[in-house]
């Protein structure tokens, strides 16, 4: 059983700042990519930002340059510092992990979080 867990999220005001965590947790040979997507309320889930085993990021233009995505020493561990933040950031901030193995040999499949509310105040 592999689960992933968000934390981080909050209320902050416009302008600043959040770092949201993500650690992929049980029995993982591997992970092919992470990534961060977000819902606000009456809306679709958002892409917001991935990166991959070898470490190639890509961002949501929404995002970019406001938003950084890592991996911490752990490959199972994806952080995203986020800057500058707009009350339109406001939503449920979800973590993904694509294609995640575990053995040898295995295609994998995709896990979710169970997302981490983030707040903006104007």
């Known amino acids: 059983q592999v689960q992933l867990v968000e934390s981080g999220g909050g209320l902050v005001q416009a302008g600043g700042a959040l770092r949201l965590y993500c650690v992929a947790s049980?029995?993982?040979?591997?992970?092919?990519?992470m990534g961060w997507y977000r819902q606000a309320p009456g809306k679709q889930r958002e892409w917001l930002a991935g990166i991959t085993a070898a470490g190639s990021t890509n961002y949501a233009d929404s995002v970019k340059g406001r938003f950084t995505i890592s991996r911490g020493n752990a490959k199972n561990t994806v952080y995203l510092q986020m800057n500058s933040l707009k009350p339109e950031d406001t939503a449920v901030y979800y973590c993904?992990?694509?294609?995640?193995?575990?053995?040898?040999?295995?295609?994998?499949?995709?896990?979710w979080g169970q997302g981490t509310q983030v707040t903006v105040s104007s």
């Open positions: 049980g029995r993982i040979f591997s992970i092919n990519a």
């Open positions: 993904n992990a694509d294609r995640v193995a575990t053995r040898s040999l295995e295609y994998g499949r995709e896990y």
